[in-house]
């Protein structure tokens, strides 16, 4: 089984980035990232890949006309480094139907919520308000329907009374540096697939999501 070429595609701080380069330094996915994409110029993210040796590169949005046109210059650049997974990594872009499609099967999302649960943006302070007893992560195959493909694996935290959307925030992420590297590692070691809307591991059709539970659960 070769190696497997990942493209991760970042808006910001990066962690999650940060906890698959650590996981594919120690060998614990089979894969490499080939380039780190940013649509924001000087993110910390492009600053955690060239410390890592990894080739960067950005591609501001608001360089283009409109959101076909980036979509369309992202792709080219994407597939310049034949990339067999794109990963998002707090990438803060709606997609068009066309690039989602062009890397069906292919292209995995962390989204801070336990989805179906707090689809789009501020899911901490929407669990907050909701007083929800429990939140977290899911990681996902991207769909042309925002944060609606099929669920691989989801980490739960409990909710805590004097939680602030930070605090929660700051939980959540923890968790997402676990499940993030142990998906693409999934894919990678070609025991993830996407058919038929649903994803499969080892050769099973996930009815429901993977659980990682968090201490205090
Ligand atoms: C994470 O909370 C992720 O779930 C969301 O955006 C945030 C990105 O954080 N999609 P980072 O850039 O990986 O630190």
Redesign the pocket.
């Known amino acids: 089984m070769s190696t497997k070429r990942i493209v991760v595609l ?10 698959i380069i650590n996981a594919c330094a120690a060998n614990e996915v089979h894969g490499s990232i080939v380039a780190v994409i940013s649509n924001r110029p000087e ?3 492009l600053e955690r890949a060239r410390l890592a040796g990894i080739e960067t590169q950005t591609l501001n949005h608001k360089n283009f006309a409109d959101r076909l046109s980036f979509d369309q210059a992202l792709m080219e650049l994407i597939d310049s480094y034949r990339p067999d997974l794109v990963v ?5 872009r709606i997609l068009t139907a066309e690039f989602v499609e062009h890397y069906s099967g292919r292209m995995l ?4 919520s336990l989805l179906p649960a707090y689809k789009g943006v501020h899911t901490h302070q929407r669990a907050l308000d909701d007083g929800a007893k429990q939140h977290g ?1 899911s990681v996902h195959f991207v769909t042309a329907e925002l944060d609606a493909g099929a669920v691989i694996l989801q980490a739960t935290v409990p909710v805590l009374t004097d939680d602030t959307a930070e605090t929660l ?1 700051a939980r ?2 923890m968790e ?1 540096h676990k499940i993030y590297p142990q998906v693409v590692n999934w894919f990678c070691a070609e025991r993830l697939s996407c058919k038929d809307g649903a994803a499969w591991l080892d050769g099973q059709r996930l009815a429901e999501p993977l659980q990682l539970k968090a201490e205090g659960l």
């Open positions: 970042i808006s910001g701080s990066g962690s999650n980035l940060q906890a993110v910390y993210g998002l990594a707090g990438f803060m999302n962390i989204h801070p992560a925030a959540v992420l997402e």
